[in-house]
């Protein structure tokens, strides 16, 4: 995924998204041990899965996205990784719009 996937950066997240055959959406989270200890990780990773759960709607269908936290992502807390994710499953829609047509 990281040659063939599409990208989106926001401040804190990196965002890896690409067609899968399946029409089911897969979602993955990496935090590396830049973001924090294990303690803010676990966070970093708590506070992902609950925006993805409230932001996902099931919008987005057969697409397989990667969630990749970046340094400081652990000191932005939850609101703001809220409105990334929101902002992250926006850009990833009209790519995919965008990819669909041409």
Same mark, same amino acid.
């Given at each position: 995924? /990281?040659?063939? &996937?599409?990208?989106?950066?926001?401040?804190?997240?990196?965002?890896?998204? /690409? +067609?899968? &055959?399946? @029409?089911?959406?897969?979602? @993955?989270?990496?935090?590396?041990? +830049?973001?924090?200890? #294990?303690?803010?990780?676990?966070?970093?990773?708590?506070?992902?899965?609950? #925006?993805?759960?409230?932001?996902?709607?099931?919008?987005?269908? &057969?697409?397989?996205?990667?969630?990749? %936290?970046?340094?400081?992502? &652990?000191?932005? @807390?939850?609101? %703001?990784?809220?409105?990334?994710?929101?902002?992250?499953?926006? /850009?990833?829609?009209? /790519?995919?719009?965008? @990819?669909?047509? %041409?």
């Amino acid at each position: 995924m /990281q040659r063939s &996937g599409r990208r989106v950066r926001t401040p804190h997240l990196v965002v890896l998204h /690409q +067609k899968n &055959g399946d @029409g089911a959406t897969r979602f @993955g989270l990496t935090v590396s041990r +830049k973001v924090g200890n #294990a303690v803010v990780r676990n966070r970093v990773k708590r506070w992902l899965r609950e #925006a993805i759960r409230r932001v996902h709607g099931h919008r987005v269908r &057969g697409v397989d996205v990667v969630f990749i %936290a970046r340094h400081g992502a &652990g000191d932005a @807390g939850y609101e %703001a990784l809220l409105v990334e994710v929101s902002d992250a499953f926006r /850009q990833v829609l009209q /790519q995919r719009a965008a @990819g669909s047509v %041409a």
